[in-house]
């Protein structure tokens, strides 16, 4: 990316970058984030929902009925992706 301007930078680098830079984590339905992870390893951490199209209160639902298993990814140093229904 030397050289190169922010604005011709892809969004999804952008983003990664970013999180890796800042100690966070991805949450994305984009599956390019997935993939990215899948190649790349962590950081940042990536939880990848797999759901259609639907309403961030069903995203936030999604994720709060997962909160075990986003607790579990955490601690786990090797985890580099999450798939949630």
């Known amino acids: 990316m ?3 301007s922010t604005s011709q ?7 990664w970058d970013y999180a890796k830079e800042h100690g966070f984590w991805i949450v994305s339905k984009d ?4 993939q990215r ?18 309403s961030t209160t ?7 009925a997962n ?6 990814f955490e601690l786990h140093e090797m985890a580099s992706f ?3 229904p």
């Open 2 to 4: 030397c050289g190169t």
């Open 9 to 15: 930078v892809p969004t999804t680098i952008r983003y």
């Open 31 to 34: 599956s390019d984030f997935h």
């Open 37 to 54: 992870s899948f190649l790349r390893g962590h950081p940042p951490k990536v939880i990848w929902l797999r759901l259609g199209n639907c």
């Open 58 to 64: 069903e995203l936030a639902r999604t994720l709060r």
């Open 67 to 72: 909160l075990k298993l986003v607790a579990e």
């Open 82 to 84: 999450l798939i949630l």
